[in-house]
């Protein structure tokens, strides 16, 4: 500010100067020093006496000469700053004329000038961030202020990615979004986080990456979080207040350049040209200083002003001693008339209290230009008895900002009528759009091609707008024009009906191209249509194509324009491209059309073959099935009659027929057989093994010529059973019909059926057979069971018998009883391998009575069987967890009896013996494993192992008569399993079989 002047006379000037905060000094004409103040000799390290009437230059060795002398001798003050080096401090010095020499005023404005530096630090990174075209950039700007203002030693820039931070760019792991991280924290945290190297160390780990000081900033755009911004500092640091919120600034023009980068690239150019303009308006204002007046109320006088006035008004600040005083300054109003001093804000406002605001005033300058000065005027309360004390008004030149602005205006007038010009051209593609959707529409539901193509000329004349337009179809030869529209001379459309030649080049070559043709300049051009057309100025040609190939041309003459524009040559291959795709739906819709009728006719096809497959069960004579095949064609084809022939020596003999053959000669001769070769309707299919078509009838085929004229139409299909031969069937009809694709497929299906069921015939008279002979051979088994039963027993029984009296009888004589005694025994086990023979026997005719069986259950029950078994040896059980099956529950048990019998007998030369019980599910079978480790077997014999009396070890070594295993087999396949097993010498034996599951 600058004190009003003069001095009031009740102040001692030199108490007031050593008052002052700030240095000060006066100087002579000679340069003597005549006032000092305290604070301008401590700057020396002086007191003001050890100055006064010392030449200036001889105690300021560094003072400005220059601006000091230029004072002196113009006599106008002037003011500047100086860089003092050794204080490290910027002063603002203001010198002016003082009695016959200088007085030189010092305000230390390092603060400012540091305020001034950072903004204009963050001033220039914003304009670079405004102009940055990737993160990279962005990133780059904003890491380099931030080490140049603040000494930042780097940093990272992180992402939101859904729930984690990602780093922007390196090589950093992601961080979730409720990670214990001070990056992390920051998103909760709008004003930032900034730690210490004390408070670092709880939230980073420990090691040669750990700063010094940490800051942390969420980057915000349009209300969304984007991302953090971290700096990392290199010295043990607290961040003031003005470094924070500079740091703040930064990472919001951070925010705003990324947030700018992901917007699309087409918005992004729009609004960077925006943002660009609108940045430039707000550096002009934010970078336009104010001019300040301040005035004493009520009287009006100006007590100070800022040195501002001068930049706005062009003239130095001069106070006023009252409101009349204002009329110094030159002002307009909008009619011309000269500003009264008590119409200028400031005097309202100290007159009346009135609160102006935004006020602008056209003002003449001080350099007698003339520019505009925005004006706002306020009373300031006096914190005394409340009331106003002062005065304000600041004045801000907006001159520039008003040319800005009607430049703006003329920018958007000038755009304005661009777009009225557009909107009129739109007015005209909106009426080709209309029809061109009308066809789009037609070509929706629409399929016969004469109304497409008629309403496709229609449309693209309309959206030409001039000349004529057709399509044309190719006839032979010949290209004729069948559909057109527009303004076409007599002559051409006569011509165009009549047809052109296929091959001429003009038509020839969109056709083999199957791409557009574009000719303009056509009455010049070498095109042999050229002069026989000479009313067109350009033509064109598109051609239609359906599944790739070109089926119609469309063609457009323009009279008034000889070449052919943008707009015209979109909207021809537009149209073009329309009327293709509308012939090829339409195409489409007539295969569904022939798929429809073949899909009915395979569903006819599929009934009878239902209802020939139960005729299989039915009818067992082969041809019971062939007559049937007869009558389901019969209901399907149109009037005629079917015959089925063999052949017998050298003739056809007709086995079956369906229908009247129409000709009581025909049928004679058909009763008495056909010669085998000369009736190759039924020779050459019985050859070939093909079927034999003839959509006309030749009735020299089978020299039949009298008496098959009613006959029209013939097929001959050969019936295979098992890949040969077995005869042929023929139909004929009696109306003239060529063999759809459909009706050959329901032929050569159906007698492929009969051939089929032919087998199946066959096969199941070759089972029944079979069955017939198993029974047979069950029936002598039983025969063979019941004779062992009775004849067998008998004298076993009667040798034991016998040989105990015997032994009994020589007691005396060990020689003799030892030979009864061995008698004996074998009678017993010769009586014992009879059961099993018979039990075994028994097992395959007996009926089963399944009911649930819980095998664990049946093992446990086993295994307390065999314990008497058991006495004095050592046996370790593993059973696991086992299956509830359905089955027999007496067989099963006998199953499980052998397998754990077999596994504890095998297994006594061991110490300890191990028995292991498990099952698995495989698919659709529950498993059961028998697993010992007993003396084993050779693996050669894992096959033999399960046939009857087959044993792999003596008698001597281990007992038994080797049904056991094979009674297990033949109980599991029974069942509906299998069985089988493995084994290695002296390493045991696992025995396993399978059981159906229920699903």
């Known amino acids: 500010m600058i004190p009003d002047s003069p001095v009031s006379p009740q102040l001692d000037p030199a108490a007031l100067l050593d008052g002052l905060p700030d240095p000060f000094f006066a100087v002579d004409g000679g340069w003597r020093f005549t006032l000092v103040n305290r604070r301008a000799a401590a700057l020396l390290g002086v007191t003001p006496a050890d100055l006064l009437g010392r030449v200036l230059w001889d105690c300021f060795s560094g003072a400005p000469e220059t601006e000091y002398r230029r004072v002196m001798q113009t006599r106008q003050g002037c003011q500047f700053d100086l860089h003092d080096p050794a204080l490290g401090l910027w002063l603002e010095v203001r010198a002016f004329p003082h009695a016959d020499g200088i007085a030189v005023h010092f305000r230390d404005v390092t603060d400012r000038r540091l305020l001034d530096e950072r903004r204009e630090a963050l001033l220039l990174a914003t304009q670079a961030l405004a102009g940055a075209g990737s993160v990279a950039e962005a990133a780059g700007v904003v890491f380099g202020t931030a080490g140049r203002v603040l000494g930042a030693s780097g940093g990272t820039l992180w992402q939101l990615n859904g729930e984690r931070l990602e780093p922007w760019e390196g090589e950093e792991a992601p961080l979730p979004v409720g990670a214990a991280s001070p990056v992390a924290r920051a998103l909760h945290e709008p004003e930032g986080v900034f730690l210490r190297e004390r408070d670092l160390l709880d939230a980073w780990p420990a090691g040669p990456d750990l700063p010094r000081a940490f800051a942390a900033l969420p980057l915000g755009t349009g209300g969304e979080t984007i991302g953090v911004l971290a700096l990392r500092f290199g010295t043990d640091r607290v961040l003031g207040e003005w470094e924070r919120d500079f740091l703040r600034s930064l990472a919001a023009g951070l925010a705003h350049a990324l947030g700018r980068t992901r917007m699309a690239a087409a918005n992004a150019r729009a609004l960077a040209a925006l943002d660009r303009e609108r940045a430039r308006l707000h550096a002009i204002l934010d970078q336009m200083p104010a001019a300040i007046w301040i005035a004493e109320v009520p009287g009006g006088r100006i007590v100070a002003g800022n040195r501002a006035v001068e930049g706005v008004l062009r003239i130095p600040y001069r106070p006023s001693r009252n409101v009349e005083e204002y009329a110094e300054y030159v002002g307009f109003h909008p009619d011309g008339r000269r500003y009264e001093g008590h119409e200028w804000p400031l005097a309202r406002t100290v007159l009346t209290g009135e609160r102006v605001g935004g006020e602008e005033i056209e003002m003449e300058r001080g350099d007698g230009t003339r520019g505009f000065v925005r004006y706002a005027s306020a009373l300031i309360e006096d914190g005394g008895d409340g009331g106003p004390a002062l005065a304000v008004v600041t004045g801000v030149d907006v001159t520039e900002l008003r040319e800005l602005s009607a430049r703006l205006e003329e920018r958007v007038e000038a755009r304005t009528r661009e777009l009225r010009a557009r909107m009129g051209e739109l007015a005209a593609e909106t009426a080709a759009l209309q029809a061109f959707a009308s066809f789009t529409e037609l070509a929706g539901h629409e399929t016969d091609p004469a109304v497409l193509t008629q309403a496709a000329a229609g449309v693209l004349h309309r959206a030409l707008g001039e000349g004529s337009t057709g399509y044309y179809e190719r006839g032979g030869e ?147 099935l062939v007559r049937r095949a007869q009558e389901i064609l019969r209901g399907i084809l149109p009037e005629g009659y079917l015959v089925y022939a063999e052949p017998e020596g050298d003739r056809w003999r007709f086995r079956v027929q369906v229908g009247d053959l129409g000709s009581p000669a025909l049928r004679a001769a058909v009763e008495a057989g056909l010669p085998f070769e000369e009736t190759r309707n039924l020779s050459t299919p019985w050859h070939t093994r093909q079927p034999l078509y003839q959509d006309r009838y030749d009735v020299n085929t089978d020299g039949l010529e009298d008496l098959t004229t009613h006959v029209t139409t013939t097929a001959s299909l050969p019936v295979l059973v098992n890949g040969e031969p077995r005869g042929v069937l023929a139909v004929a009809l009696f109306e003239s019909r060529p063999w759809q694709d459909t009706d ?152 499980l009896q052998n397998l754990l019998g077999n596994a504890v007998k095998y297994s006594r030369t061991r110490e300890v013996a191990v028995v292991e019980v498990w099952a698995e599910r495989a698919g659709a079978e529950h498993v059961l494993h028998v697993r010992d480790n007993g003396v084993g077997f050779d693996p050669g014999h894992a096959g033999q192992v399960f046939e009857v009396f087959r044993r792999l070890h003596s008698p001597q070594e281990f007992e038994g008569d080797g049904v056991g295993l094979a009674s297990v087999q033949r109980i599991v396949t029974r069942h509906g399993g299998r069985v089988w097993a493995e084994g290695e010498p002296g390493r045991g034996a696992t025995f396993s079989f399978s059981l159906p599951a229920e699903p």
């Open 744 to 895: 050959r497929m329901i032929l050569e299906t159906v007698v492929r059926s009969l051939g089929l069921a032919l087998e199946r015939a066959e096969a199941a008279r070759a089972l029944a057979g079979k069955q017939a002979q198993l029974e047979a051979a069950n029936r002598d088994l039983e025969a063979f069971a019941s004779s062992a039963s009775h004849d067998l027993r008998a004298p076993v029984r009667h040798i034991a018998s016998f040989a105990g009296l015997l032994r009994r009888a020589v007691a005396g004589d060990p020689r003799a009883a030892r030979y009864a005694q061995i008698i004996e025994e074998s009678a017993r086990r010769m009586a014992a391998l009879i059961d099993s023979l018979l039990a075994f026997a028994r097992l395959g005719s007996a009926e089963l009575h399944k009911s649930e069986v819980a095998l664990a259950e049946v093992v446990e029950a086993v295994r307390q069987e065999l314990f008497p078994e058991l006495s004095g040896r050592r046996v370790e059980w593993r059973v696991g967890e086992l299956p509830v099956v359905r089955g027999d529950p007496t067989l099963l048990r006998q199953v």
């Open 478 to 624: 010949l290209w004729r024009q069948t559909a057109w529209d527009g303004d076409m001379e007599e002559g051409t459309l006569l011509a165009a009906q009549a047809g052109f030649p296929a091959d001429m080049p003009l038509l020839a070559g969109p056709a083999a191209s199957r791409g557009p043709l574009f000719v303009e300049d056509w009455r010049a051009s070498d095109h042999v249509l050229a002069p026989l057309a000479p009313e067109y100025g350009a033509v064109a040609i598109y051609p239609v194509t359906v599944q790739g190939e070109t089926v119609g041309l469309l063609a457009a003459g323009l009279r008034e324009k000889t070449r052919w524009g943008e707009r015209d040559r979109a909207v021809f291959r537009a149209v073009g491209r329309a009327l293709s795709l509308a012939a090829e739906r339409a195409h489409l819709t007539r295969v569904l059309h022939l798929q429809k009728e073949a899909l009915e006719a395979r569903g006819s096809v599929l009934e009878a073959f239902a209802e020939l497959g139960r005729d299989l069960s039915l009818h067992r004579d082969p041809l019971d």
